[in-house]
């Protein structure tokens, strides 16, 4: 067990939705990550977060968006589902500190848009 | 631009044998670090090892080593007497810079082992 909590684990919806990850980091991790895993694009990383800040942004669609409240945990939204995001959506975490601390990943959130 | 290139979509191994998967990357920071993620059928991604752009010696964990060539800028896994339970896809991953809480980490495209008994 990682300590990386993401919910829910599977997620079937329609195209035209909106959905909503959810994603508790491990105690005292002050960063949180969000990855979109494909067959075609592999591991692709979305948008970060440390301490309720955005800290860098990667191929995420307009149509997504994300936030880490108070608390540290942390929402990744997204809207106008098409079939094309169909994935599986990680989130991960870390102290946030340090160049070599390794990433704890959640198990995922498998998104199926039908 | 493509900053970690894993060359290797698929490779198969005999058990036992060792196995070297490839990860070269692209970088203009000279503090950086590189990792190495298994991520098997069931799912979950696992962290296997890590070296600096500064360490003097080569990682190791257990069976698990990095043979890192920082000229060629390659960072290649090396897997001792592969066992059955090593077939998964196995991830090169790299992280830029020192700001704190700035430190994304951006995978390759991963490459899928398999070890036939």
């Known amino acids: 067990d990682s300590g990386v909590t993401q919910t829910p684990k599977h997620l079937i919806t329609a195209t035209g939705q909106r959905v909503t990850l959810r994603c508790s980091p491990r105690s005292g991790d002050l960063s949180v990550y969000w990855y979109q895993q494909s067959l075609d694009q592999g591991l692709q990383f979305l948008i970060q977060y440390y301490n309720g800040e955005e800290r860098a942004k990667g191929n995420i669609l307009e149509r997504f968006s994300a936030q880490q409240f108070p608390d540290l945990h942390s929402e990744l939204n997204l809207s106008s589902l098409e079939l094309g995001d169909s994935a599986l959506y990680f989130c991960?975490?870390?102290?946030?500190?340090?160049?070599?601390?390794?990433?704890?990943f959640g198990s995922g959130t498998q998104l199926s848009v039908l | 631009a493509q900053k970690i290139t894993q060359t290797q979509p698929g490779m198969f191994v005999q058990e036992k044998e060792a196995v070297t998967l490839d990860c070269t990357y692209d970088?203009?920071?000279?503090?950086?670090?590189l990792f190495w993620y298994k991520q098997p059928s069931s799912g979950e991604m696992i962290f296997l090892i890590y070296?600096?752009?500064?360490?003097?010696q080569n990682a190791t964990e257990g069976r698990y080593s990095l043979n890192f060539q920082k000229a060629r800028k390659s960072a290649n896994l090396v897997i001792s007497a592969s066992q059955l339970g090593d077939s998964a896809m196995y991830f090169c991953?790299?992280?830029?810079?020192?700001?704190?809480?700035?430190?994304?980490?951006?995978f390759g495209q991963g490459t899928r082992l398999t070890i036939n008994p």
């Open positions: 070296q600096g752009s500064y360490d003097q």
């Open positions: 991953a790299m992280r830029e810079g020192i700001i704190q809480g700035a430190q994304k980490l951006v």
């Open positions: 970088t203009s920071d000279p503090s950086y670090g």
């Open positions: 991960a975490s870390s102290v946030g500190r340090v160049l070599g601390e390794k990433l704890f």
